[in-house]
């Protein structure tokens, strides 16, 4: 599994495209999300789901939902599903909310029920996950 969106994959059906084509670019967090709008845009949904689809999102350390919840760790496949088919509940931005990293919540149950809520943030040129899991 590759890790790491390069930046021309990250604009790749966005109407923000570089004007050099380079592999080595680090996109700024304002080049991946709308800072202006407090609210998911269909463009940065767009762009979380190919990376979802492609296999080019770090997951990160969310054994500490699983936890919190009782329940058993999340497998990789239900981040995915919840990122591909939840529904995107929130946006948090770190100017107004400078306690949290700026994402993109998405929030689903899955096949065994359980609820989970996953957040895709930006980190210089790569997406990662946590998540967070309701009782």
């Not at 790491?4 to 990250?10: I, K, P, R, S």
Request: net charge negative.
């Amino acid at each position: 599994m590759q890790e790491f969106l390069t930046a021309l994959e990250v604009l790749e059906n966005s109407s923000d495209t570089p004007e050099q084509e380079t592999d080595t670019l680090v996109l700024t967090l304002e080049q991946v999300f709308d800072l202006a709008t407090d609210f998911p845009t269909r463009e940065e949904i767009a762009r979380i789901r190919k990376a979802a689809r492609d296999e080019r999102i770090i997951m990160s350390d969310f054994s500490h939902a699983a936890q919190r919840s009782g329940q058993r760790t999340f497998t990789i496949e239900d981040l995915d599903f919840i990122v591909l088919y939840g529904t995107t509940v929130e946006k948090d931005i770190w100017k107004v909310r400078g306690d949290r990293p700026t994402g993109i919540s998405f929030f689903g149950t899955l096949k065994s029920g359980r609820k989970l809520k996953v957040k895709v943030s930006w980190k210089g040129s790569y997406f990662y996950v946590t998540a967070h899991a309701s009782k």
